[in-house]
């Protein structure tokens, strides 16, 4: 079994910047897979970005490519997700998602809330 506890999600203008935290437990980082989604009022679940454990290649979806970063610690067995370039439309309640691939979710945190102001 995996938990996963996310942090750092708040209210921050458009142009800012915030970083979330997904810290695992119950199986080591480096044999996972870890990735963003988010979802926005309205919408469905959107897979942001991710990253493979084992040896830390990444996706972005083509809407925070460039804006967005995401990177493992293993030592730590936390994955971040640096948010600079925020704007509105980035709007959304964030969780990470832990399983065998990028994109896999077999296990969910409990989502953190970022709001953009404009």
Do not use: H
Request: glycine fraction near 14%; aromatic fraction near 10%; charged fraction near 15%.
């Amino acid at each position: 079994q995996v938990q996963l506890v996310e942090s750092g999600g708040g209210l921050v203008q458009a142009g800012g910047s915030l970083r979330l935290s997904c810290a695992a437990s119950g199986r080591t980082f480096s044999r996972l897979s870890i990735s963003w989604f988010r979802q926005a009022p309205g919408k469905g679940r959107e897979l942001v970005a991710g990253v493979r454990g084992s040896d830390l290649s990444t996706y972005y979806a083509d809407s925070v490519k460039g804006r967005f970063t995401i990177s493992g610690d293993n030592a730590k067995n936390t994955v971040y997700l640096q948010m600079n370039t925020l704007q509105p439309e980035d709007t959304a309640v964030y969780y990470c998602a832990a399983g065998g691939y990028i994109g896999a979710s077999a296990y969910w945190g409990q989502g953190t809330q970022v709001a953009v102001s404009s």
